[in-house]
């Protein structure tokens, strides 16, 4: 879901692109499944005040899907990541930066939670990634790394 610039406000078109997801969220298979709605900025402004801003926008989406398909709050999970990860790198300006992303969260063996993330094909597993050995904020998840496609 994307959002103007400066404004955590759900635009009407994010309105029609948050029913097909509060629809599934609802939905029996999902029912048992907690969510982390992860909000986003360009890189335009403090850092301090992006963090604020994105995690305005997570929190405006939760609040929609709470309100709009009666979800209950316990199951979303907010937070801001700020311009930290944006969707283009190489353009920290652009509008497609400004978004919040929807991740299915499931329990770990521990009891933590962590995320769910896609399978790749192969994976590599050259230990000199560092995204392998780098903390990524992500503590109060237990998440790890995004499995990346080996290079040809």
């Known amino acids: 879901v994307f959002f103007a610039y400066d404004s955590a406000r759900l635009t009407p078109e994010a309105r029609i692109q948050l029913e097909p997801l509060g629809e599934a969220l609802r939905a029996q298979p999902l029912a048992g499944h907690a969510f982390l709605i992860a909000g986003h ?25 709470v309100e709009t398909y009666g979800l209950a709050p316990e199951r979303l999970r907010v937070h801001g990541w700020g311009p930290a990860r944006p969707k283009d790198p190489d353009a920290p300006l ?32 050259d230990s000199a990634d560092p995204r392998l050995r780098t903390d990524l904020d992500l503590d109060d998840f237990g998440a790890a790394p995004t499995p990346r496609p080996c290079a040809e």
């Open 41 to 65: 900025t360009d890189a335009a402004g403090g850092r301090a005040y992006n963090r604020r801003l994105s995690l305005a926008r997570a929190r405006a989406v939760k609040a929609h899907l």
């Open 94 to 125: 652009s509008r497609v930066n400004r978004r919040v992303e929807v991740s299915l969260i499931a329990p770990a063996r521990s009891g933590a939670l962590r995320f769910v993330l896609p399978v790749a094909d192969h994976t590599c597993t």
